[in-house]
């Protein structure tokens, strides 16, 4: 049974890309992917999702950390602000 298997066949099934994709079908990823991350209680900015379609999605092309920060902007998908960690340390005067 094991000897039948084609492991590096199979191998290079699992980590062969998709074929590049059109800008609406990149938009469309990137909106489900944000969606999915939020949803999981996930960071879901530009640079996580950059990171989850580069590993899980293995889109090609892969969209900038910028372009993926504008598509969320034009979608709706960020609150406005910027948030940055305070360091419990820090004193506010």
């Known amino acids: 049974m094991w000897k039948d298997l084609d492991l590096e066949r199979m191998a290079e099934e699992e980590n062969t890309y998709s074929l590049p994709r059109s800008r609406n079908e990149i938009e ?11 949803n999981k209680s996930q960071p879901c ?11 899980h999605y ?5 969209p900038s950390i910028r372009t993926i920060g504008r598509i969320l902007t034009d ?13 419990q ?5």
């Open 75 to 87: 979608n709706g998908l960020t609150d406005g602000m910027r948030t940055r960690k305070r360091s």
């Open 45 to 55: 900015g530009a640079k996580a999702l950059w990171t989850r379609l580069n590993e």
């Open 89 to 93: 340390y820090s004193v506010r005067s």
């Open 58 to 62: 293995h889109l090609r092309p892969l």
């Open 28 to 38: 469309e990823i990137v909106v489900f992917a944000r969606c999915e991350m939020h």
